[in-house]
């Protein structure tokens, strides 16, 4: 299941003095483009948090990174649902510069209610999701 790819470019905020992403702001980026593959499907993760108090969090990652990302690239993050069960989600990114792997992810997402424990996501969020097939 592949979510929309997202692109961006790389900042001056993104990179270290040596003009180089630094290595925890892979971590934002990545995040930026989930945040902005969902909302493509017609998820806006504030605006349901604010409804609900329901939202995803961070339960693991893995990073390896392979190639440094640099001050003025244009990179592209290309995301894929791995495993979709009621309550988690399981999306492997990758970062390009044109055909060059530069990083890759794989995170786990819990949906959890406003109490902060696990919980069912809807059928609709389900469903959206699955419609990446």
């Known amino acids: ?5 997202f692109t961006t470019r790389v900042y001056f905020d993104d990179t270290d003095a040596a003009g180089v992403v630094y290595h925890a702001n892979y971590l934002k980026i990545f995040e930026r483009a989930r945040n902005d593959q969902f909302l493509a499907l017609g998820f806006d993760h504030l605006s349901n948090y ?21 001050l003025g690239d244009e990179i592209t993050v290309k995301s894929e649902v791995l495993d979709l069960t009621k309550i988690r989600i399981i999306i492997g990114q990758t970062m390009v510069l044109d055909d060059k792997l530069l990083a890759k992810q794989k995170v786990t997402l819990i949906w959890i209610n406003n109490t902060g424990k ?3 996501m809807t059928q609709t969020m389900i469903n959206l999701i699955s419609s990446t097939r």
């Open 50 to 70: 604010k409804e609900t108090g329901d939202c995803f969090v961070v339960k693991s990652l893995e990073i390896d990174y392979l190639s440094p990302a640099r």
């Open 118 to 120: 696990p919980t069912r």
């Open 1 to 5: 299941m592949n979510l929309p790819t």
